[in-house]
């Protein structure tokens, strides 16, 4: 079935750190990629979407390419700030369904 | 206002009990999901409403129940409550069908611990 795979669960920074979490994922066709973020205490928000081969996503400063031959779509943010510690999802929805599938998500923790 | 809301935010039962969790959202969204999130998994989506009509996922079709009185309102039911059920309790909504094309709005999810 349609899958994510986040290979990190906890990534620790300093701030003015560059970040990369990396997302894969497996399902036919083009899927939308998505991320998604949690703060303490709050619900996921969505961060932005991609839904084409070699689509840039971006928001907040963190942007995400879709490659489709590397079935990726890898979290990037040049230099990160204390304000940005969350747990980041990334995220499919199959063409034409009604569905997002996640993934397992990944801890980020900026220290100052 | 992009605000989901659910109520209670923290729910402690016993074993055997019922348990009624309840998500409302005042953005007029066609969609209303539940998800369960547990320690180092991903969210599994449980059920969804779109409009009026339910769709409860195939592995956990006889564990959950739900209702959508309106527009606004959605409850999660579990009618006897087991030590498997412990986790997190995500509601969301999408303007419309949801998936591809679409945004989902979290409420902050409510905590459930069964003893």
């Known amino acids: 079935g349609d899958s994510v795979t986040q290979t990190e669960g906890q990534v620790a920074l300093s701030e003015e750190d560059f970040l990369t979490i990396h997302c894969n994922y497996s399902?036919?066709?083009?899927?939308?990629l998505f991320w998604y973020v949690q703060y303490p205490g709050e619900g996921p928000q969505f961060l932005f979407r991609a839904s084409r081969d070699k689509e840039k996503g971006s928001s907040r400063g963190f942007e995400a390419t879709y490659n489709k031959e590397a079935t990726s779509f890898h979290l990037q943010k040049a230099s990160v700030q204390e304000s940005d510690s969350a747990v980041y999802y990334c995220a499919l929805s199959p063409s034409n369904t009604d569905k997002v599938v996640f993934g397992t998500g990944t801890r980020l923790q900026v220290s100052p | 206002d992009t605000t989901v809301k659910q109520n209670p935010r923290y729910k402690l039962a016993r074993v055997g009990k019922p348990v009624n969790l309840i998500c409302s959202q005042t953005?007029?969204?066609?969609?209303m999901y539940w998800y369960q999130k547990k320690p180092n998994q991903a969210p599994k989506l449980l059920l969804f409403y779109y409009d009026k009509i339910l769709n409860r996922e195939a592995d956990t079709f006889e564990k959950f129940q739900s209702s959508r009185p309106n527009n606004s309102f959605c409850s999660l039911y579990i009618g006897s409550a087991g030590l498997e059920y412990s986790a997190m309790y995500l509601c969301?909504?999408?303007?419309?069908?949801?998936?591809?094309?679409?945004?989902?709005?979290f409420g902050p999810g409510t905590r459930l611990l069964v003893l």
């Open positions: 399902a036919s066709g083009y899927p939308a």
């Open positions: 969301a909504s999408s303007r419309d069908r949801g998936g591809d094309q679409d945004t989902q709005y």
């Open positions: 953005m007029n969204h066609d969609t």
